[in-house]
């Protein structure tokens, strides 16, 4: 009788196939939103770029955090809700720095 396979025994495999999943799904919740920040428009490294909550009332998940294993469909109806910031102004956004954009580019207007 063959051995039955257990998690343990695909562990690595699970934890890339997540990593690679996460990784795409980042480029297209990048790609989805323009591809550069908002304010600046700096485009350089994907890891420096945020999806900022226009209105945190109407936040379902952090997509970052929580969204990039759910299904497009879901990522793509939360981003819509945001728009794609640089690090630096995402925090200089949440310090009261500089205005926070009033909208998203996708974002239909009227």
């Excluded at 794609?84 to 009227?110: D, F, M, Q």
């Amino acid at each position: 009788m063959p051995k039955r396979r257990t998690y343990a025994d695909r562990r690595e495999y699970i934890k890339a196939a997540v990593a690679k999943r996460r990784k795409k799904i980042k480029v297209m919740a990048v790609e989805y939103l323009g591809g550069a920040c908002h304010i600046c428009g700096y485009k350089r490294a994907i890891v420096a770029l945020d999806f900022h909550h226009l209105d945190k009332h109407h936040k379902d998940f952090a997509v970052s955090q929580d969204g990039l294993t759910r299904a497009w469909s879901r990522v793509s109806s939360e981003l819509d809700k945001c728009v794609l910031l640089c690090a630096n102004c995402h925090r200089e956004v949440h310090a009261g720095v500089i205005a926070a954009p009033r909208r998203n580019a996708r974002r239909k207007t009227g």
